[in-house]
């Protein structure tokens, strides 16, 4: 099931590569009429702040290392142009075989997802989702999903699996961009103990999901213990955190944007 070199060589440039919403509420404001950033303005943010972006961010970049790297790739995604949308790559082998490839869900390595093919597994999956075992049922055009967590709790997830046109993967990503959740979110995969966990900030909440359960976080009650916080689990800058998050505290009430609950 693991995916060939060539695509997991560019997969791990990726590794430690939070998925965030607080570059969106940042960039808006600052941004002209394009809201979605090019993959060099991505990179240069990266190196100045330490931040990442949304799954259409994430997918952008990845894509684009692919195609520099001549591994065919192209993004796939579901209900796009809507509030709901969810952005993900996937790339093919020599042998045209495809793996599903997502940061924005902070898979920790690509999964093949045609079940015709000599590598593919069946039933429970360890080492592909963080604190997860995963199911995968292809079904032609699509694929879905089983998420099974500790304590015999499930989920499930359907992705499409049709290339979409480039073009129109540029203009799901500038809807994405232009229409914000007022919960701030981040994701990141860190290490704990024997296994790589899965840590979560939303809405002033923070969580780590491992194998062995949910830890809740203690509260805090200030910014700048959450813009400490982040950083030392992100590593992103600090004035950035502030601004960013500020901007969630006061209400997001800029055109095309939702207010905060």
């Given at each position: 099931?693991?995916?060939?070199?060539?695509?997991?060589?560019?997969?791990?440039?990726?590794?430690?590569?939070?998925?965030?919403?607080?570059?969106?509420?940042?960039?808006?404001?600052?941004?002209?009429?394009?809201?979605?950033?090019?993959?060099?303005?991505?990179?240069?943010?990266?190196?100045?702040?330490?931040?990442?972006?949304?799954?259409?961010?994430?997918?952008?970049?990845?894509?684009?290392?692919?195609?520099?790297?001549?591994?065919?790739?192209?993004?796939?995604?579901?209900?796009?142009?809507?509030m709901e949308a969810h952005a993900a790559v996937v790339a093919e082998d020599a042998q045209g075989w495809r793996y599903l490839c997502d940061i924005g869900d902070q898979w920790l390595q690509p999964i093949l997802v045609d079940g015709s093919a000599p590598a593919f597994r069946s039933g429970k999956l360890a080492g592909?989702?963080?604190?997860?075992?995963?199911?995968?049922?292809?079904?032609?055009?699509?694929?879905?999903?089983?998420?099974?967590?500790?304590?015999?709790?499930?989920?499930?997830?359907?992705?499409?699996?049709?290339?979409?046109?480039?073009?129109?993967?540029?203009?799901?990503?500038?809807?994405?961009?232009?229409?914000?959740?007022?919960?701030?979110?981040?994701?990141?995969?860190?290490?704990?103990?024997?296994?790589?966990?899965?840590?979560?900030?939303?809405?002033?909440?923070?969580?780590?999901?491992?194998?062995?359960?949910?830890?809740?976080?203690?509260?805090?009650?200030?910014?700048?213990?959450?813009?400490?916080?982040?950083?030392e689990k992100a590593g992103f800058d600090r004035q950035f955190l502030k601004e960013a998050l500020e901007i969630y505290k006061k209400g997001i009430k800029q055109d095309?944007?939702?207010?905060?609950?």
């Amino acid at each position: 099931m693991q995916a060939p070199e060539n695509i997991l060589a560019v997969w791990r440039r990726f590794d430690g590569f939070p998925m965030e919403t607080l570059t969106k509420a940042w960039f808006y404001p600052r941004a002209g009429e394009s809201k979605q950033r090019s993959v060099e303005m991505m990179k240069e943010h990266r190196q100045r702040y330490g931040n990442t972006g949304n799954c259409f961010d994430l997918a952008l970049w990845l894509l684009n290392e692919f195609r520099k790297e001549g591994v065919r790739a192209y993004g796939v995604g579901s209900d796009l142009g809507t509030m709901e949308a969810h952005a993900a790559v996937v790339a093919e082998d020599a042998q045209g075989w495809r793996y599903l490839c997502d940061i924005g869900d902070q898979w920790l390595q690509p999964i093949l997802v045609d079940g015709s093919a000599p590598a593919f597994r069946s039933g429970k999956l360890a080492g592909f989702f963080p604190a997860a075992e995963v199911e995968i049922f292809p079904a032609g055009r699509s694929v879905n999903i089983v998420y099974h967590r500790p304590g015999g709790k499930a989920s499930e997830q359907t992705y499409e699996l049709e290339p979409v046109d480039d073009d129109a993967f540029w203009r799901a990503a500038e809807f994405s961009q232009r229409h914000i959740y007022p919960k701030a979110l981040l994701e990141v995969r860190i290490p704990y103990k024997a296994e790589t966990a899965h840590w979560e900030f939303e809405h002033w909440e923070s969580f780590l999901s491992t194998s062995e359960g949910l830890f809740r976080d203690a509260p805090v009650s200030t910014l700048d213990e959450w813009v400490e916080r982040i950083h030392e689990k992100a590593g992103f800058d600090r004035q950035f955190l502030k601004e960013a998050l500020e901007i969630y505290k006061k209400g997001i009430k800029q055109d095309n944007i939702m207010e905060t609950e």
